[in-house]
């Protein structure tokens, strides 16, 4: 019994190793041909943090590119993400969040909807600022960082107050 036990116990480590690996492999590449890409043929677009202590922060994180999610590495800072894009025109939405302190009421987040002109060859950064009740979002150029798009902007809403469904699991007796 207790060796049927060991296996047991030895089967679910190995199942969990395996999951852990797995996530590690995930790419924010969203291109999935065959043949590697031409970089030269292609932008690319990386989100963006300002944190001025460790609880007063803002970041711009890139979830889908026209229609399309954004895949993110399960153990890294999803701001460092790099989206490689096509040309062209390009439908964002981004996932921008911020805290104002300790005692501000946590922290708060909108999805906006960014569209851009992206030109093959160049870096690009999401960025914004917090605007009254709303999260005004552009891209702009990562070597210059000059703007090239208009602003856009949605309301915030508080992240501790979105809904959510508990799940309750009963204990063992």
């Not at 492999?25 to 292609?42: E, I, L, N, Q």
């Not at 202590?53 to 895949?71: C, E, G, R």
């Not at 989206?83 to 501000?104: K, T």
């Not at 005004?136 to 809403?157: C, F, H």
Request: glycine share 6%; with cysteine; aromatic share 8%.
């Amino acid at each position: 019994m207790a060796l049927e036990v060991l296996r047991t116990m030895r089967s679910i480590l190995v199942l969990a190793f395996t999951c852990a690996l797995a996530a590690c492999a995930t790419s924010a590449d969203m291109s999935r041909k065959s043949s590697p890409p031409d970089m030269a043929s292609r932008a690319t677009v990386i989100g963006h943090e300002e944190r001025e202590t460790p609880y007063t922060w803002q970041s711009f994180i890139p979830v889908m590119v026209d229609s399309k999610a954004v895949k993110h590495s399960f153990f890294a800072n999803h701001v460092d993400t790099v989206v490689n894009v096509d040309p062209g025109a390009r439908r964002f939405v981004v996932r921008a969040a911020f805290n104002a302190g300790i005692g501000s009421g946590g922290i708060r987040e909108a999805i906006v909807l960014l569209v851009a002109q992206i030109e093959a060859g160049k870096s690009y950064r999401l960025n914004g600022r917090v605007r009254d009740n709303q999260m005004v979002v552009w891209l702009e150029d990562l070597a210059t960082g000059t703007r090239v798009t208009e602003e856009s902007a949605a309301n915030w809403t508080s992240v501790a107050s979105q809904s959510y469904t508990p799940i309750f699991i009963p204990a063992r007796k």
